[in-house]
């Protein structure tokens, strides 16, 4: 399942607009989020981002991006900051631009993810992602060559490094292999992308349901910050919009579906609303595919 959505999109001539649609022009940066918690936004390729957290015995990095070239210029911010080694490098979800970077860290004490993010990119699935992100012109991805995790977890699992306490949580939803990171001493929350911050969500592997499920889960627990995927760092109400858009579109499509209206009729439908409602936000080309994953998904549900 993990490339059915990828193979759709590519199949319709979707995921290249896509992608390209959230290349940044805004310029990398560095934001510190909280004392040691650092986020790196935008930059060149697509604009994914990876956190790195600075303690005492040494540095956790969170997420790549897309070539060994933007992972570099990350190394470079933490060694502005630190000597320290760094410790372990965890990657939020399998898709390239939060994987492709890994090899500038592959002599971290581990590389963390989820057993089905290894699944992914290991082989012949891994060889045709990576095949696929060179054809689009994105400086440095020649240069890359996967680096899959090289410690894997199913559920759940911990990290205690220099004081503080990494939860690392899986749940389905963006993909099939995501996790999010609470860190309760920082009360913050890393989400990958399962949270996008002023920008449409990509939709293509999405487990929908599991996705809203996954959002309450997040909901419910003590943070203040929240870091996303994509965009920038912020408060409770990044979290809140993101899930506002998906229990919209969801509402919205499923009055159609329950209208027997068409794929076409709904998209006809919703889109105009999804964009008025989201104006501010990014990627609007999403829209329709977004619209089709949740068509898709339900009506598949109420014919079972």
């Given at each position: 399942m993990a490339f059915k959505g990828l193979k759709w999109l590519i199949?319709?001539?979707?995921?290249?607009?896509?992608?390209?649609?959230?290349?940044?022009?805004?310029?990398?940066?560095?934001?510190?989020?909280?004392?040691?918690?650092?986020?790196?936004?935008?930059?060149?390729?697509?604009?994914?981002?990876?956190?790195?957290?600075?303690?005492?015995?040494?540095?956790?990095?969170?997420?790549?991006?897309?070539?060994?070239?933007?992972?570099?210029?990350?190394?470079?911010?933490?060694?502005?900051?630190?000597?320290l080694p760094i410790l372990y490098t965890i990657n939020t979800h399998y898709h390239g631009d939060h994987t492709f970077g890994n090899q500038i860290f592959k002599d971290s004490r581990a590389i963390i993810a989820h057993e089905n993010v290894r699944k992914s990119l290991m082989g012949s699935s891994g060889k045709d992602h990576l095949d696929f992100f060179k054809t689009m012109n994105i400086p440095g991805m020649d240069e890359t060559i996967i680096t899959p995790p090289n410690m894997i977890f199913k559920e759940k699992m911990?990290?205690?490094?220099?004081?503080?306490?990494?939860?690392?949580?899986?749940?389905?939803?963006?993909?099939?292999?995501?996790?999010?990171?609470?860190?309760?001493?920082?009360?913050?929350?890393?989400?990958?992308?399962?949270v996008f911050n002023g920008k449409i969500p990509y939709m293509g592997d999405a487990y929908v349901e599991e996705w809203i499920s996954a959002l309450t889960y997040l909901g419910d627990l003590?943070?203040?910050?929240?870091?996303?995927?994509?965009?920038?760092?912020?408060?409770?109400?990044?979290?809140?919009?993101?899930?506002?858009?998906?229990?919209?579109?969801k509402g919205m499509v499923l009055k159609q579906l329950e209208n027997g209206k068409s794929l076409k009729e709904t998209q006809d439908a919703v889109r105009p609303a999804l964009m008025e409602k989201y104006k501010s936000w990014k990627n609007h080309k999403w829209i329709d595919s977004n619209i089709e994953r949740v068509y898709l998904e339900y009506s598949l549900k109420q014919g079972s």
């Open positions: 199949g319709v001539g979707l995921f290249m607009s896509i992608l390209t649609g959230i290349c940044s022009a805004e310029g990398f940066k560095t934001v510190e989020v909280w004392k040691n918690l650092f986020t790196v936004v935008n930059g060149d390729g697509i604009d994914s981002n990876t956190t790195f957290l600075i303690t005492s015995e040494g540095v956790v990095v969170i997420d790549t991006r897309v070539t060994p070239q933007e992972a570099g210029k990350v190394l470079a911010e933490i060694r502005k900051r630190t000597d911990e990290i205690f490094v220099g004081g503080y306490n990494l939860k690392l949580i899986h749940v389905r939803g963006h993909t099939d292999g995501d996790l999010f990171i609470y860190i309760k001493q920082l009360r913050t929350l890393i989400t990958g992308d399962l003590d943070a203040e910050i929240y870091i996303p995927g994509h965009g920038e760092p912020g408060g409770k109400p990044v979290f809140l919009a993101m899930q506002h858009y998906m229990l919209q579109l």
